[in-house]
Nanobody
Framework: VQLQASGGGMVQAGGSLRLSCAASERTFLSYNMGWFRQAPGKEREFVAIIRWNGASTDYGDSVKGRFTISRDTAKNSVHLQMNSLKPEDTAVYYC????????????????WGQGTLVTVSS
C-alpha cells in the first residue's frame, strides 16, 4: 500500500485546512488509517485514527474538538479537517495505515505516506 498525503500549506491562526491521503490499492479498505505530525525538533505525535469501516475514531488530546478525521472508501482516501488552527499545530503531517485499533504509536503502523507541511502563522 502506497500513501500520498496532500493539502498542506500556510494559514493564519484560527483558520482551517483539509488534508487528504490517497491510497494506491483497494487493500487500503481493510486498514485503520491515522495521522501523525512532527514539528521541528520534536518527536512524531499521534493526531487521529479512524477504523477501517469508519465506525470509530480517536484523537490526540491536543487536537480533540478541533480536528476531524474521515474516510471516503469510494475514493480510497482519508481526510483530516483541521479547524481553529494554532501556531503550535505547525508540523509535517503524515498519514499511515495500521491493522490495529486504536494505534497511537509509530511502531503500530505498517505503511506511511511522505508527509505534507502545515504552517500556522500567528
Amino acid at each position: 500500500v502506497q500513501l500520498q498525503a496532500s493539502g498542506g500549506g500556510m494559514v493564519q491562526a484560527g483558520g482551517s485546512l483539509r488534508l487528504s491521503c490517497a491510497a494506491s490499492e483497494r487493500t487500503f479498505l481493510s486498514y485503520n488509517m491515522g495521522w501523525f505530525r512532527q514539528a521541528p525538533g520534536k518527536e512524531r505525535e499521534f493526531v487521529a485514527i479512524i477504523r477501517w469501516n469508519g465506525a470509530s475514531t480517536d484523537y490526540g488530546d491536543s487536537v480533540k474538538g478541533r480536528f476531524t478525521i474521515s474516510r471516503d472508501t469510494a475514493k480510497n482516501s482519508v481526510h483530516l479537517q483541521m479547524n481553529s488552527l494554532k501556531p503550535e499545530d505547525t508540523a509535517v503531517y503524515y498519514c499511515a495505515a495500521s491493522r490495529l485499533f486504536p494505534p497511537r504509536r509509530e511502531y503500530e503502523y505498517d505503511y506511511w505516506g511522505q508527509g505534507t507541511l502545515v504552517t500556522v502563522s500567528s
